[in-house]
């Protein structure tokens, strides 16, 4: 697709609908928690330091707009991000934010890459060197 060529407005409502759902603090450390693999809201809610009532509300905000699916085990369920697309999307916006900071943006130092990052960054193939493996 050329992007000269324009997005139809049916597809735009869509990606804005994607930004909007990015645009809540609490939602972004869902996804980025996500990131590296499915946990259930219980998980999330510790991850982000919120309510669990809280975080399922925001889980059924982001499984309306596809950015995360479910799985249940029993009486537990378990969010996972819904495909890699959604994974890069994440990675990339917190990964730009690093370069309005000061300095070399932690993503581009090794052992600076949060470890949900780090298997992400590793999987996506951004960047690395001996350090940017999954580890500690």
């Known amino acids: 697709m050329s992007a000269a060529a324009g997005l139809p407005d049916d597809q735009v409502g869509l990606v804005v609908e994607v930004f909007r759902m990015l645009a809540d603090a609490t939602r972004v450390q869902v996804l980025w928690a996500l990131a590296d693999g ?19 509300q925001h889980l059924a ?19 996972s991000l819904e495909n890699d697309h959604v994974r890069r999307l ?10 309005a900071g000061p300095g070399i943006p932690g993503h581009h130092r090794d052992t600076a ?21 999954r580890g500690a």
Request: glycine fraction near 12%; hydrophobic fraction near 40%.
């Open 113 to 133: 890459v949060p470890g949900p990052a780090r298997s992400t960054r590793a999987a996506l193939g951004a960047g690395g060197g001996a350090g940017s493996s």
């Open 90 to 99: 994440v990675v990339d916006a917190v990964f730009n934010a690093e370069h």
């Open 38 to 56: 499915e946990l259930s809201v219980n998980q999330l809610a510790e991850h982000v330091g919120k309510p669990a009532p809280s975080v399922s």
């Open 61 to 79: 905000k982001l499984r309306m707009a596809r950015l995360v699916r479910t799985r249940r085990d029993g009486t537990t369920v378990f969010y």
